[in-house]
């Protein structure tokens, strides 16, 4: 297969940008992953480097100092032309628990009619769709998922909360995702998810990574509240499923 | 232990910011005005990355538990030490029991505490910068203490530089930044012709700037943003993000904060004004 074309910028004296073309596609979001897992392999292996994948992009960014962006744009056009097929590495699949508790679920009867559909039927829809992690931004652990079913697509709340609880779980438009910590926000809130996403007295905070796979399952009011006992005490283990990339 | 008896208004562990975690959306963090601390931290002998205190608009009240040797850089804020006014940018022995006081800022808005050694507080993913709820808290609070190592002997190959301040500079450097190229000739007219106001939403995340520049329907996916990248909303919201801004964003990206800029606006505060100017 041709290797969908790449595009470089410079984005300051400390970092360049590489996007592909501009489209929510898992075949580009692979090609991208498989290019950055080539760099941190091959080429950044000290700690001066860092790359943040997401979407159609990835940034290299170095820590303290200039990038040479000549050089650096026509290596990274060598390093791509030259890319090889490579085993796969590990991808996982986090099937992660939603109580959809009328506490939790806040705008879920809200959603439903604006849907013309029943509770029931936006959770099925919820539950029933694979989901994509396409980038993780704007909070830490913050995931955005693609892969939302058609028939959910609904815009993001008029006015914004100013308040949205830790582990709630929201859609807009064509993304789902889960507030890792409270915040702000304005997605449409229908749920919510004992299990931290972030954690920053774990060695890895996070441990869902860009490309991996996302499923919700229901869980009833007392079944969340235990796994809310646990996750704050730490023991928590999110149920994953190793999959192909 | 350097003990707070009163908080001031924002006052925040700082270090070299918090790296290798971008691609879970921790924000770098660290010191805002890299250039004054490198400054007080060469001054000490210290680490680059060693960490300090970074002091906003008022000032707290410290009570040094041991000796040490200090240094304050960044804005001017009348300090005193057990009441005897301190300059920045020199190095002073603190015994135990002395008092650091700040008093009215007198230019930019955020000065800096170095001690010999650094802070020792705890590191958190590789940093101690503060930044909630990777660090219990977003700022000190009265009766909080943190930690560093005595120093009794410390003889300073320079105690004192008079260095160029820059806290009076208002024009902030940019490059191109990666959405740069989709701006209208309108929109790059009025950003680099306006003078922009600091608005009073301004804070360790972003900087938002109160005059706009036309609206625009620029549509694209997430992508990474850096401290210093300036945002330009659908409505023509000019948002400079800074050390704790988020790592992604879905605004265009328009220009790009040179280091020594972000610098220069992380001194500045609501109302003051600054201008863009393209390198």
């Given amino acids: 297969m041709n290797s969908p074309k790449i595009n470089i910028k410079p984005f300051g004296v400390h970092s360049v940008l590489i996007e592909w073309p501009n489209e929510v596609s898992e075949i580009i979001l692979e090609k991208i992953l498989h290019f950055e897992r080539f760099l941190t392999k091959e080429v950044y292996t000290n700690k001066e480097w860092e790359l943040v994948p997401s979407y159609n992009s990835l940034l290299i960014i170095n820590r303290t100092k200039q990038i040479d962006f000549q050089k650096l744009s026509s290596d990274i056009h060598d390093w791509y032309r030259q890319l090889k097929e490579s085993p796969k590495p590990a991808r996982y699949l986090w099937r992660l628990p939603v109580s959809y508790d009328s506490e939790f679920g806040l705008d879920l009867e809200e959603v439903a009619n604006q849907l013309h559909k029943t509770k029931e039927e936006i959770i099925a829809l919820h539950t029933g769709a694979t989901y994509t992690v396409f980038g993780i931004g704007f909070l830490p652990g913050f995931m955005y998922l693609g892969g939302i079913d058609a028939e959910l697509e609904l815009p993001r709340k008029a006015v914004p909360r100013a308040k949205v609880i830790k582990g709630a779980v929201g859609i807009a438009g064509k993304q789902a995702g889960i507030y890792p910590q409270e915040s702000p926000g304005g997605w449409n809130i229908i749920g919510n998810c004992a299990i931290p996403i972030f954690d920053a007295s774990k060695e890895n905070p996070c441990f869902v990574s860009v490309g991996d796979k996302i499923e919700f399952y229901k869980i009833s009011r007392a079944e969340h509240n235990l796994r809310k006992i646990e996750a704050e005490v730490g023991i928590y283990k999110p149920e994953k499923i190793n999959i192909d990339a | ?279």
Avoid: W
């Fill in chain 2, 1 to 279: 232990m350097l003990k707070v008896l009163k908080a001031g208004f924002y006052t925040t562990v700082q270090d070299a910011g918090r790296f290798h975690y971008r691609n879970k959306g921790v924000p770098v963090s660290g010191v805002m005005d890299e250039m004054s601390v490198f400054k007080v931290n060469s001054l000490l002998e210290n680490e680059e990355s060693a960490a300090v205190l970074e002091i906003t608009m008022t000032g707290p009240t410290l009570l040094f538990e041991k000796e040490t040797y200090i240094a304050l850089g960044g804005a001017e804020m009348s300090a005193t030490l057990n009441n005897a006014p301190i300059q920045n940018n020199k190095v002073y022995r603190v015994n135990e029991e002395d008092l650091l006081s700040f008093g009215r800022l007198e230019k930019g808005f955020r000065a800096y505490l170095a001690l010999k050694g650094g802070f020792t507080s705890k590191e958190i993913l590789g940093s101690r910068s503060f930044y909630k709820p990777i660090t219990k808290f977003n700022r000190l609070n009265e009766n909080d203490v943190i930690p560093f190592s005595i120093q009794e002997n410390f003889q300073p190959k320079i105690s004192e530089i008079k260095a160029a301040s820059f806290l009076d500079n208002t024009v902030l450097e940019v490059y191109k930044a990666p959405e740069f190229d989709l701006l209208n000739d309108k929109q790059l007219e009025e950003i680099f012709s306006k003078t922009f106001t600091v608005s009073h939403e301004n804070n360790r995340m972003a900087y938002q700037l109160s005059e706009t520049v036309s609206s625009h329907t620029i549509s694209m996916l997430t992508s990474a943003t850096i401290p210093g990248t300036v945002q330009l909303t659908p409505a023509g919201k000019m948002i400079v993000l800074m050390k704790d801004g988020q790592t992604t964003g879905g605004y265009p990206r328009t220009v790009q904060l040179t280091d020594k800029a972000i610098c220069i606006l992380a001194q500045k505060k609501g109302g003051d004004t600054i201008r863009f100017k393209l390198v």
